[in-house]
């Protein structure tokens, strides 16, 4: 059992995709990307992110940068942008960087006609000289027919993940997607003919009704079906930021004490079936990737979440999608009108961004090595003594241990790993921003 100490968890946190966190992104124009992407390195491991900003139909939990596909014209109307920023930004790199992986995103990218998917990937593959890059796809499985199959087969794409969320028919009434078990049976199945060796679903505690009972039997539901990976994510109620989220019952959502215990329910009972634990919120069986690198220690954590991709450069490419270099975070403009216009004009979308000093780089690691290694070397840290006094808290309870100026999560550290991070972020002391809850 984890002890909850409610006090620890209070402040609302970043999931720490990145460091600095979107929150501190100001204003960067495309003078930046062209910048960054002339320092690529020849043979720096790179991936590339596509964000497809469509869904059929909108989830009301949903926090992503996505609309309806209910208009061809305009769905139609940002793939033609979209390959035209893929070979902006192709002959921005001259050839440089090795990709190795290319992953799409959204929204849904199945919210595109399976043809259409096809063409973007086989412009990718062909703008950017890579057509051996493992392929990733983020899919809604309410609106993944059999025209797919062939698709998914002949692209060869070898990482899905499929929004799951939750298989208790109340509970999806209540978020707003209602997709029964069958369904999502059917599709990894399918998925699995066509090739995919790493399936992943998502799913998701401290939704509206939910009690730990509901949450285990998902949980035993999804691992009849035997994905490779889970990811379980505390929903994040912000209807102040995400209107849509008005549509959820605030009064029927969990406590924070309920909150904890579901993520403490779902930990135990994966440990118990045998799944190694990664990350905070992350589960995968001993032979995926993800858990092979979380034993090597090689797992790293980006936009995506925890990965094992070891690439220092992802080059994110869209509307809102984030690239990270080793010196900067760059976002592509949001607004889709302002966006296509960019493009249209022939110039990269880049509109915020940060870049990384040195004192940036190694706070950023030492975030990193935390969340994914389970300790971390501060020596480096200009602060190193305001943040073991942050920590003193936790090491007063047990949560971490110290070893010179390294700091140590001790294994019931876990639903604090996030709060324990914050400390080392200095943007966190004095900034006002809202963030989801800690666990």
């Known amino acids: 059992m984890w002890t909850y100490h409610p006090e620890l968890l209070a402040t609302p946190v970043p999931r720490y995709t990145s460091f600095p966190t979107a929150a501190e992104f100001g204003d960067m124009d495309a003078r930046g990307m062209e910048e960054a992407l002339t320092g690529v390195a020849p043979d720096a491991a790179l991936s590339l992110y596509l964000h497809i900003p469509y869904c059929h139909e909108i989830c009301w939990y949903c926090g992503c940068n996505t609309g309806a596909a209910n208009r061809t014209a305009r769905v139609t109307a940002y793939l033609q942008r979209l390959g035209e920023e893929v070979e902006l930004v192709a002959r921005r790199l001259g050839g440089r960087g090795r990709i190795g992986r290319i992953a799409f995103g959204g929204g849904s990218p199945n919210a595109l006609a399976p043809a259409q998917f096809a063409a973007l990937l086989e412009k990718v593959r062909a703008a950017f000289a890579c057509p051996d890059a493992s392929v990733s796809v983020e899919l809604d499985p309410r609106r993944f027919e059999p025209e797919w199959d062939a698709v998914f087969a002949a692209a060869r794409v070898e990482r899905a993940s499929l929004g799951v969320q939750t298989f208790s028919p109340a509970l999806q009434a209540a978020i707003g997607r209602v997709q029964p078990a ?143 270099f080793p010196d900067a975070l760059i976002q592509n403009e949001k607004n889709a009108g302002r966006y296509h216009l960019r493009i249209a004009n022939g110039k990269l979308a880049a509109a915020r961004g940060i870049r990384r000093g040195a004192a940036d780089r190694r706070r950023g690691a030492a975030i990193e090595q935390l969340l994914c290694r389970g300790s971390a070397d501060l020596a480096a840290l200009p602060d190193l003594a305001m943040v073991r006094a942050r920590l003193e808290p936790f090491a007063a309870r047990g949560l971490i241990g110290w070893s010179g100026a390294c700091v140590t999560l001790m294994p019931d550290a876990t639903p604090y790993a996030r709060a324990i991070a914050a400390t080392i972020d200095p943007y966190r002391q004095h900034s006002a921003t809202r963030f989801s809850s800690a666990v």
Request: proline letters at 5%.
């Open 182 to 324: 069958g369904v999502i049976a059917g599709v990894t199945a399918r998925l699995r003919a066509a090739g995919v060796r790493s399936l992943n679903f998502d799913l998701m505690y401290g939704l509206p009704g939910q009690d730990v009972a509901l949450l285990v039997d998902t949980i035993d539901t999804a691992l009849a079906m035997a994905p490779d990976r889970l990811a379980v994510f505390g929903y994040a109620h912000v209807p102040h930021l995400i209107p849509r989220q008005r549509r959820i019952d605030a009064t029927a959502l969990p406590d924070a004490a309920l909150r904890f215990r579901q993520a403490e329910a779902a930990h135990a009972r994966l440990v118990d079936a045998g799944w190694q634990p990664v990350g905070f919120d992350h589960f995968a069986r001993a032979h995926d990737d993800l858990a092979v690198a979380a034993r090597r220690g090689t797992l790293r954590r980006n936009f995506q979440g925890f990965t094992d991709d070891p690439a220092e450069v992802l080059i994110g490419l869209g509307v809102s999608a984030i690239s990270m």
